[in-house]
């Protein structure tokens, strides 16, 4: 389990790496989903992403920083967030 200054640190280098620039970071339970992200900015988290692996969080990061320049699961996505992912944060 990582903490939530560790996760968040970790939210502010992915959005370096990808020039993608965010307002607020909240957690909050969610039902259906790991993440979220608004047109204003901000990135909703489940807190229960702290217990996950680093993969899987940084696969939930990635995905909705990058859906800050890209509205839609589409091709060009995917691409990209598998693009990065493989690429790494360190």
Not at 11 to 26: D, F, M, Q, R, T
Not at 31 to 46: E, M, V
Not at 54 to 67: A, N
Not at 80 to 85: F, G, K
Request: net charge positive.
């Amino acid at each position: 389990m990582v903490t939530k200054e560790d996760f968040i640190e970790r939210v502010e280098k992915w959005s370096a790496k990808l020039g993608v620039e965010y307002k607020e970071i909240h957690f909050r339970q969610m039902k259906t989903k790991w993440a979220s992200c608004s047109t204003r900015g901000r990135l909703t988290f489940d807190p229960d992403i702290l217990t996950r692996n680093l993969d899987f969080q940084d696969k939930s990061i990635v995905h909705e920083l990058l859906h800050f320049r890209y509205h839609n699961h589409g091709k060009m996505f995917k691409q990209i967030l598998s693009t990065y992912l493989s690429e790494g944060i360190d």
